[in-house]
């Protein structure tokens, strides 16, 4: 029984957080239409490793020291 | 290799409909490639593609706005919905670029995750269970280039305690095994064990193809199922070109399995160096000299125009596609005179050699 509630609470909570975004977003115009409520999640993505595709290379042993290593060059 | 960011590929089969190309098809920007590392403007914070991780059912392609380009959702796919049903990354997510790196399906490190391959994606777990985020910065294996997470280690004994595993062994033998050697090598025993989705083990860039399908090129892909690793000593270091770093003397190497896979790139005919070839005019052309005059040209290398096909190889770790136990490497894989295991190649000297070839 407790299991049930569980599930309940949970599922209606799942439900809950996608009729929050079915109510809030009436219009897509890109990033600003998330950033207008998640204030830090764009700034937070232009620092991360999928945005910017380069980075440090701490564990290449023969990179040259300040030179960014990332996702650019491949076969 | 050198790409174009953004663009639209029409084939030479004026039939056939322009497809969206460039890098950033899998990448989170909108629109303009990403600034760099420590210059980010107020321009980058409205570049982010929050759909391309977050939304299901989303997929996106190029369209034209003024004349910019940008990725977009394409007709048929509704965006409106796709940002009312936004959610915490799903595999569904995270496979729809990752799936396909390095030009197909499964083709670079052999081990996409699916169902029918691998025991977590069975249970329905998420790549975010392992590949843990903080702030959007997600954790990776450490022989990425770089990092997100420096100080976080994605690893299995992340859940698969100690003193757990392996209860079923009452000898003690197979734990072991863990000081020196990955769980993957015994849990991973082959890359692309689903034969519904092969990896490549070889690409060769100066013999184009032409996809009948889209109408482009591409360049000859040898695909394999149930590819066999090569075992190499790690100690999550690399080098460059991707080689692992470790040996049986450095205590902190481990015995991991890789996946490599030979690549005849186009090299300048004079000095033996790859070209940074464009790929849109290789896609649309196949012809490689000249996607190598042009790449060269964009990036202002040094090129005799003249060109041939030189062999470079890669290697991948294999740290999906982990097999239910029942198909995990048995002790006898390795310790036998035809096992799988070069113990010599790996550095063990030889009278240890014929002991561990010796049948458990």
Known sequence: MCCFFACMVIFSGMALAQNKHEKLVKNYTGTESCSMCHKDAAKEMTESLHYLQLGEARFLVNWPKDKLAGMMDTF | MGHNWIGVLQPKDATKPAQPGGCGVCHTAISAKPSLPGKITEADYKNIDCLICHAPNYRRGVVKEGETLKFWAPNGVDVLKAAQNVQKPTSEMCLRCHASAGGGPNHKHGVIPTKDSDVHAAMGMNCVDCHTTQKHKIAGGSDLKAQDLWDVKIDCSNCHKAGVIHKADATGYINKHVARIQCQT???????????MPTIVSRDWTKPVLNQQTGLYGPTNMPASNVKPEYRWWNRFMETPPEPVGSISDQKSKITPW?????TVIADEETGKPVYI????????????????????????????????????????MNHQVAPKTQALKCNACHSSTGIMDFKKLGYPDEQVKSLTTNR
């Open chain 2, 186 to 196: 015994c849990h991973v025993p082959a890359a692309a064990r689903d034969p519904k």
């Open chain 2, 259 to 263: 996946k490599r896979t030979a690549y």
């Open chain 2, 278 to 317: 464009k790929a849109g005019v290789y896609a649309v052309s196949g012809d490689p000299g000249a996607a190598a005059k042009k790449g060269a040209e964009d990036a202002k290398q040094q090129y005799s125009g003249k060109w041939k096909g030189v062999v470079e190889s890669m290697v991948f770790s």
